[in-house]
């Protein structure tokens, strides 16, 4: 089974850009949807960003749209989130997650320990 591994978050001005990755192990990577959700103190886990194995499709809740772009690089079995634009309301929890295509949690089995993003104002 694939094992997750976030990176790549920390403090960051309002406007400012951050890149998270998450690196998986397992041979079946490629195999997998991925995702991206957050969770803010006091607030559900979300859905940010999610691509399919192919990279062929990829979607986006609508508050990140135009400023946050997934990726992966199967061959590096790494999927990446790259944050521009930063705002306040961005901070949270970011999880990375694998499963099958959709935007809920029950979509995905396999779930990363998550890093910490906080944006300040």
């Known amino acids: 089974q694939v094992q997750l591994v976030e990176s790549g978050g920390g403090l960051v001005q309002a406007g400012g850009s951050l890149r998270l990755s998450c690196a998986a192990s397992?041979?079946?990577?490629?195999?997998?949807?991925m995702s991206w959700f957050r969770q803010a103190p006091g607030k559900e886990r979300e859905f940010v960003a999610a691509i399919t194995w192919s990279s062929s499709i990829t979607d986006y809740t609508e508050s990140v749209k135009g400023r946050f772009t997934i990726s992966r690089d199967n061959a590096k079995n790494t999927v990446y989130l790259q944050m521009n634009s930063l705002k306040a309301e961005d901070t949270a929890v970011y999880y990375c997650?694998?499963?099958?295509w959709g935007t809920g949690r029950d979509d995905y089995a396999v779930w990363g320990q998550g890093t910490q993003v906080t944006v300040s104002s």
């Open positions: 997650a694998a499963g099958r």
């Open positions: 397992g041979r079946t990577f490629s195999a997998y949807a």
